[in-house]
């Protein structure tokens, strides 16, 4: 087992002008020994940054530590060979995209082992026992890319858990997986800890159903020059106030056959390689209205939005304003529908804010209405005076948010949300909600939205659809 010990540690980005942009600041703490931690606080404090320090990622790859040390077993962390660090410790990232290296589930699992450099007769073995330990075996000849982002972080756990190292860092881990998938992976972590001994340091904003698992609540301040232990009482109080603040069972209206349309399936098919994901007869999303898409991980939600933007093929038909998805021209048809994907770096095109911001205003076809509203939205988010910033050295909330302003700023009428509340603290959370809200309203758009993250959400919704067993249907209740 690894000591993970932070102290006096400061640490910089280097920003465009090359000045160092302070992250963290005097932080101190040491991680115990064997216990499950978890590690919280607001959306761009700095929990990804810290991970990724212990981790031995920073500042090998990005930024500066300016002043204190990071140890594991009381030897600074620089001096740990690569090999042997892997050994000590590994972090689940919080997009698992971002340490996918290879095609194939069992090809990814093949390539940590390997840069362990484990012996070869002892790679299957660890392969298989990780796989069945996360009851995903039947994904191991699976292309990564093919898979759901619930799917992905079960595999990027896999990883983890294959390697064996003594501790385990976990960046938002369940941001895209379904409640059952999430109790399921919570109680595998916790068996790590007790029946291997594993350290388990997990950063998160969402702190629902923690408190059977977790040996101590670490809160880090908003401008990352705090950790603060709670006591056994503060950790058991906030986490039942954070249990409290979630919304009621909420029912929805279900839609009336005189609505105009905004989407119509008919005869539709979806299959992504030799499974099919949606078999519908006939289905219609609703214009002017806000709904809500859930489902069981892998289902094939983003794969529906995908084929209704004109990203992925389907047998059938997908209307759009009365044609055909498929007889769109493609400049025509992005002016009336936008996607906002679940990663946030795939929608970027620029360096920085600023640059994000001015395409979005170039292309915009609500032009006017954000002209002068765009500096109040920056505020209400908080991603006012960042504008020179990087955008991939934003906290994984900041690309977020100005991913979702980005795509609103477009001003298309129809625009899809795939995991739109990923990162997110519930404040910040509440900020996109309201702004989601408003320039829906403001400027007559649709929107339908995929998400696993459902408390705090009801205000925004009109309606709710399921996806389950290959059929879409109208649902009053969330289940």
């Known amino acids: 087992m690894a000591t993970v010990s932070v102290n006096h540690l400061s640490f910089a980005y280097t920003a465009e002008d090359e000045t160092p942009k302070a992250t963290l600041t ?24 810290l991970l990724k320090l212990i981790a ?23 001096a740990i060979t690569p090999t042997k660090r892997s050994q000590l410790v590994a972090m689940m990232f919080q997009n698992p995209n971002q340490q ?19 012996a070869p007769s002892d790679i299957p073995p660890r392969i298989d026992k990780a796989l069945d330990f996360l009851e995903i075996t039947a994904l191991r000849d699976r ?40 109790q399921l992976l919570l109680g595998k972590l916790s068996q790590l800890q007790r029946e ?25 301040n908003a401008d990352g020059t705090a950790l603060t232990r709670l006591s056994d009482a503060e950790k058991d109080q906030r986490l039942a106030d954070f249990s409290r603040s979630k919304t009621d069972q909420v029912t929805f209206a279900l839609p009336t056959q005189t609505e105009d349309p905004a989407i119509q399936l008919s005869g539709l098919k979806l299959t992504a ?10 289905f219609t999303f609703y214009q002017n209205r806000i709904t809500l898409l859930t489902g069981p991980n892998g289902v094939g939600k983003s794969t529906l939005l995908d084929a209704m933007a004109k990203l992925h093929p389907y047998a059938g038909s997908i209307q759009v304003k009365n044609q055909e998805v498929h007889k769109w021209a493609k400049r025509k048809f992005y002016h009336h529908l936008g996607i906002v994907f679940q990663d946030a770096e795939e929608q970027f095109l620029n360096v920085t804010m600023a640059e994000e911001l001015a395409l979005s205003t170039k292309n915009s076809q609500q032009a006017a209405y954000f002209k002068d509203r765009l500096p109040a939205m920056l505020r209400q988010l908080r991603l ?9 050295s934003l906290s994984g909330g900041q690309k977020k948010k100005l991913q979702i302003l980005e795509m609103l700023m477009m001003g298309t009428p129809i625009l899809l949300f795939d995991e739109p509340f990923t990162g997110l603290d519930f404040r910040s959370m509440q900020q996109v909600i309201v702004l989601m809200k408003q320039v829906a309203h403001d400027c007559h758009q649709t929107y339908i939205i995929v998400s696993h993250q459902l408390y705090g959400i009801a205000d925004l919704i009109d309606y709710h659809v399921q996806l389950r067993d290959q059929q879409l249907t109208y649902e009053e209740a969330l289940s």
């Open 384 to 392: 006012d005076g960042m504008a020179e910033h990087v955008v991939y």
């Open 26 to 49: 005097d932080l101190s703490m040491t991680f115990k020994n064997g216990a499950f931690t978890l590690l919280t606080g607001p959306s761009g404090s700095g929990k990804s940054t």
């Open 273 to 282: 390689g030799t499974r099919t994901l949606l078999d519908q007869d006939q």
């Open 56 to 78: 031995g990622l920073y500042p090998a790859f990005s930024g500066k530590v300016t002043h204190g040390t990071l140890t594991l077993n009381d030897q600074p962390l620089s």
């Open 143 to 182: 292309v990564l890319s093919t898979l759901s982002g619930g799917e992905k972080q079960k595999v990027a756990l896999a990883v983890i858990v294959a390697m064996d190292s003594d501790t385990i860092l976990l960046d938002e881990p369940f941001a895209s997986v379904d409640p059952e998938a999430r």
């Open 196 to 220: 291997q001994h594993k350290t388990i340091i997990l950063a998160d904003h969402d702190l629902e159903d923690y408190g059977r698992y977790i040996d101590q609540l670490i809160v880090m």
């Open 100 to 118: 996918f290296a290879m095609d194939t589930v069992e090809n990814e699992l093949i390539f940590a082992l390997e840069n362990q450099q484990l």
